[in-house]
């Protein structure tokens, strides 16, 4: 049974830093290409940061150069490291699968950044 727990959002001002977990379970990480996604009131869910089976990463345009994504497999958790946030960046924020998510999507966790 496939299960996704997000952690780690909170209330920071513009500029600040956060530090998003995904604990899984029912399936291992590393195995997947792995993703975060976010999504602000009245918009569409989007991919912002995801990784490969391999390693290599990719990110949104909104988010290049600020956000980092890892996976430490010994904890079957993927991470998401935010810096220089912005306002926009506002969210709640899900991790899935890449390309055909999970149907459990987890509870996610809010990111607040005020100006």
């Known amino acids: 049974q496939v299960r996704l727990v997000e952690s780690g959002g909170g209330l920071v001002q513009s500029g600040g830093s956060l530090r998003l977990s995904c604990v899984a379970s029912?399936?291992?990480?590393?195995?997947?290409?792995m993703g975060w996604y976010r999504q602000a009131p009245g918009k569409q869910r989007e991919l912002v940061a995801s990784?490969?089976?391999?390693?290599?990463?990719d990110y949104a345009d909104s988010v290049k150069g600020r956000f980092t994504i890892s996976r430490d497999n010994a904890k079957n958790t993927v991470y998401l490291e935010m810096n220089s946030l912005k306002p926009e960046d506002t969210a709640v924020y899900y991790c899935?699968?890449?390309?055909?998510?999970?149907?459990?999507w987890g509870q996610g966790t809010q990111v607040t950044v005020s100006s």
């Open positions: 990784i490969t089976r391999g390693g290599s990463t």
């Open positions: 029912g399936f291992i990480v590393s195995l997947k290409d």
């Open positions: 899935n699968r890449v390309g055909v998510p999970y149907d459990s």
